[in-house]
């Protein structure tokens, strides 16, 4: 059965709209393990546009809630995440002026930052996982950097799917790279712009063993309900 990390970040976009404390992203993040999620995600942007700091100490306190922190490679960012002991890392791009991330990293230019954060990530156990394009050489670089995982970017994917345009091409790419990467020893995981329909078509892939999704989640839950969306996606993987 693939795992669901679902992506809170959304919660706290909300929240941050008002100045307020409401919607707790902490309560959110307890209520979809509760609704069948297997761990939760959070990105702490340096930017600090939705999580922040206090919303990462309160969940990662509860040790009942496996913790996904996406982050970027930055050795600030990487000082609170060793305070705060999440199970999960996934290192990600971010640039300030984008609405979302637009791509998987650029592994060849941060290549040293990367694996200095890596190496510091691995000796305080924490899983580490990179989110790159779903490229052969992206997943050999990763593997040169000794991370766990890889998350591969699934948003071309998606919005091909969402726009009804010919996607087989991206879906090859997606599958290409997942059987490599499991080949050469590393955890495959998927994310970016995933629904109902991508999550169907991507969980025929039998090397993916994670999905983390947000956006879409908390968007469908204004209709129908946390419980709900999580159960459907979820009934997907079957």
């Known amino acids: 059965m693939i795992r669901l990390g679902v992506n809170i970040d959304h919660v706290a976009t909300i929240r941050n709209a008002r100045g307020e404390i409401h919607p707790d992203p902490y309560l959110a993040a307890i209520k979809a393990m509760k609704s069948g999620a297997d761990s939760i995600t959070i990105h702490l942007r340096e930017d600090r546009r939705h999580i922040r700091d206090y919303d990462l100490k309160k969940i990662s306190k509860n040790k009942k809630i496996p913790l996904n922190l996406e982050m970027a490679a930055n050795l600030s960012i990487l000082r609170i995440a060793l305070r705060n002991k999440p199970n999960f890392v996934c290192i990600v791009p971010e640039k300030r002026k984008e609405i979302t991330t637009e ?31 779903p ?3 992206d997943v050999k670089i990763s593997k040169d950097l000794n991370v766990n995982c890889i998350e591969l970017h699934t948003g071309r994917l998606s919005n091909l799917i969402k726009k009804k345009r010919e996607f087989k091409n991206e879906l090859i790419k997606i599958k290409k790279s997942s059987k490599y990467a499991d080949k050469i020893g590393l955890e495959v995981h998927a994310g970016h712009g995933m629904d109902y329909n991508t999550t169907k078509i991507l969980s025929k892939i039998n090397e993916i063993k994670e999905f983390n999704i947000g956006h879409f989640i908390i968007g469908e839950s204004i209709f129908y309900g946390l419980k709900n969306v999580i159960k459907k996606i979820k009934r997907n993987f079957k």
């Open 103 to 133: 791509g998987g990293l650029n592994l060849k230019r941060n290549f040293k930052q990367i694996s200095k954060i890596v190496k510091i990530l691995n000796k305080n156990s924490i899983r580490t996982s990179l989110f790159i394009n």
């Open 135 to 137: 490229t052969i050489n």
